[in-house]
């Protein structure tokens, strides 16, 4: 089986021009949908940023919140009554608001601030600047060195700003797990300074960040919260409540979805069209085969194992090429959203494979019906 | 006379339906022996090339029987069929069907490799009925770098490659010069046929007829006539 098979493999590749063209708009194909899907995986992660970065394995929320950004205030009573649930270990509250920054220059800029439990500072980012006990000093705020740190005027520790006509004062530079979506920088301070600088309805709490005394209280932890009329997630189900707002809810997913979809066609039409020239081109040499005493199977075997070979070779290729453009991209464009991801490669997988499904199938059928005695006829 | 190699009975084959059906065999009997070379001639469309088909076991015919070696090919199915193919007949197609992207050894090598025989050994095999062929030089060029002669002795090479009971040949003097032609065939008289051996030719080249052990006049899908080669 072997020998027929490195026949089949000489017959495609010895034909370079024509397994040139195959790879080309596999390659390319592949390429297209790995990059549309990453791009869109890139935006999705950086639309729960906040949720990574902060880490809590369960959120409270007001039931009708959809992002991490489109906050709902809730009463403070709200923390209280979360923090009294059996099988909570502890719960504390978080601010996250948008807010204008008026800069040295006089400029204005958005920044996204995030108010941590004065307590506990808990999901605080790792600082690569200052100490973390300098949050708690006058007016002073915590500025994430992320893709949009630049747009502060890249401050040091010291640099002072306005938020609100308040006097502001960077006392360290952190860092975090992923970059927002919205190209605004991120402040970090204290619970209470946050609502003392940004000026807010009646209820002030964003988010109750809730840790569990185990996992198994999750599901009580829940019921007690809609008893209340709000809704608790566990991180996981936040992030995925944040992606289906995106997919589903704005037309950004159904948009990469057709760019998706039109990568695949571009690739099917190359690669199954010319797939297909190659077997209608060795049409009579299939059936020069036949008549010499090829079985119908090991002529499928050997055009499947072609097709395959020339899915996978550019499969191979189409990651490479996108994995490249991707870090040459990031290289340039600190802002370039695109996450290659275990999905987004599987799905490029199947969507190759039906390429080559397609493409083999046309020429299984046509070789099937070629009659050795046609041959004979010439 | 030594024993059949083939034995074909009453075969009839026709093609298309009603108004439209033309009948390419009618009751065609005959006998092949090994240790001959059978010719089959006769003018375009009198059913020479279906009755080489019918007999080599790639044609189903209508009705009557084919009996290689006293078994009925026509019973056999499809694999064992393409099976019977492999291990019984080798063919020399008239347009050779040579693979243009495989090397000749490759080409040659072709039938062993359907055989399940490694690679390297096939190739290595390919080697020796190339020199057979007096082409051994030649073993790593493709077929396109090769004389049309040359194409028709590396088409006779994949044919004996599999060391088939019956080799077929159609119109193997059609594409080359007359002299080329004869020279052809008659070393396959001398070299390739044995007293183990049946070789079935469609011919329409007269300037070879003189090389035929008999030779079967087909006329509108009967048999006209049966002579001994080299008499016609």
């Not at chain 1, 520790?157 to 006097?167: A, I, M, Q």
């Not at chain 2, 375009?44 to 070696?69: H, Q, Y």
Request: proline fraction near 4%; glycine fraction near 8%.
């Amino acid at each position: 089986m072997k020998g027929i098979l490195k026949l089949a493999y000489k017959l495609l590749v010895n034909d370079k021009a024509k397994f040139t063209a195959l790879l080309v708009g596999i390659t390319f194909a592949v390429f297209l949908m790995i990059a549309m899907t990453s791009l869109f995986a890139g935006v999705l992660k950086r639309a729960s940023a906040t949720v990574l970065n902060i880490g809590a394995s369960m959120w409270v929320m007001d039931p009708s919140v959809q992002t991490v950004a489109n906050t709902i205030g809730m009463p403070d009573y709200v923390l209280d009554a979360v923090r009294s649930i059996p099988g909570v270990h502890y719960a504390v509250p978080l601010y996250s608001g948008g807010a204008l920054v008026k800069l040295h220059d006089g400029a204005y800029q958005a920044v996204t601030v995030v108010g941590l439990d004065d307590t506990s500072l808990f999901g605080r980012p790792q600082l690569l600047e200052g100490k973390i006990e300098d949050i708690y000093g006058e007016n002073a705020f915590i500025v994430v060195k992320d893709p949009e740190f630049p747009k502060m005027e890249n401050p040091r520790v010291g640099t002072e700003f306005e938020l609100n006509d308040h006097r502001g004062v960077i006392v360290g530079i952190a860092q975090v797990t992923s970059s927002g979506l919205f190209g605004v920088p991120t402040l970090y301070t204290t619970y209470y300074r946050a609502l003392q600088y940004i000026p807010n309805p009646r209820f002030t709490i964003s988010y109750v960040l809730v840790e569990p005394k185990s996992l198994a209280d999750i599901p009580k932890i829940k019921q007690q919260v809609q008893a209340l009329g709000y809704l608790a997630v566990t991180k996981d189900e936040f992030m995925d409540k944040i992606s289906d707002f995106y997919k589903y809810q704005t037309g950004l997913g159904m948009n990469l979805l057709i760019m998706t979809v039109m990568s695949f066609i571009v690739g099917l039409s190359i690669s199954g069209q010319t797939f297909y020239t190659f077997v209608l081109e060795n049409l009579e040499k299939f059936g020069a085969l036949k008549a010499i005493g090829t079985k119908s199977r090991e002529l499928i075997l050997m055009i499947l194992f072609q097709a395959s070979f020339t899915a996978l070779t550019g499969y191979g290729l189409g990651i490479g090429l996108c994995a490249l453009t991707t870090t040459l991209a990031k290289l340039r464009l600190p802002d370039y959203a695109a996450m290659i991801t275990f999905w987004n490669l599987a799905l490029a997988f199947v969507m190759v494979v039906v390429i080559a499904a397609v493409s083999s199938y046309f020429g299984v059928r046509k070789v099937l019906r070629i009659e050795p005695f046609d041959i004979f006829r010439g | 006379m030594p024993n059949p190699a083939i034995t074909a009975s009453a075969l009839v084959k026709w093609f298309g339906e009603g108004e439209a059906r033309t009948t390419a065999l009618r009751e065609v009997s005959l006998e092949a022996y090994f240790g001959e070379m059978l010719y089959i001639v006769g003018p375009s469309g009198s059913g020479k090339t279906t009755l080489l088909s019918v007999l080599s076991g790639i044609l189903r015919p209508n009705s009557g029987t084919v009996s290689v070696e006293g078994a009925d090919i026509w019973s056999l199915s499809s694999d064992k069929l393409a099976d019977f193919r492999l291990h019984k007949i080798g063919f020399v197609f008239q347009d050779y069907h040579l693979f243009p992207r495989l090397t000749t050894a490759e080409n040659v090598a072709i039938p062993l490799i359907l055989k399940r025989q490694n690679w390297n050994g096939a190739i290595a095999e390919a080697h020796k009925y190339l020199e057979i062929v007096g082409l051994k030089t030649r073993a790593d060029l493709p077929p396109v770098k090769l004389s049309g002669g040359e194409q028709q002795r590396v088409a006779i090479a994949r044919a004996i490659a599999g060391q088939p009971d019956i080799l077929i040949m159609d119109e193997p003097t059609a594409s080359l010069d007359g002299d080329t032609g004869h020279a052809i065939v008659s070393f396959v008289k001398q070299n390739v046929l044995n007293e183990k051996r049946c070789i079935l030719i469609v011919t329409h080249d007269s300037r070879i007829y003189e090389l035929a052990t008999r030779i079967l006049k087909m006329e509108d899908g009967r048999l006209t006539g049966i002579e001994s080669g080299g008499q016609t």
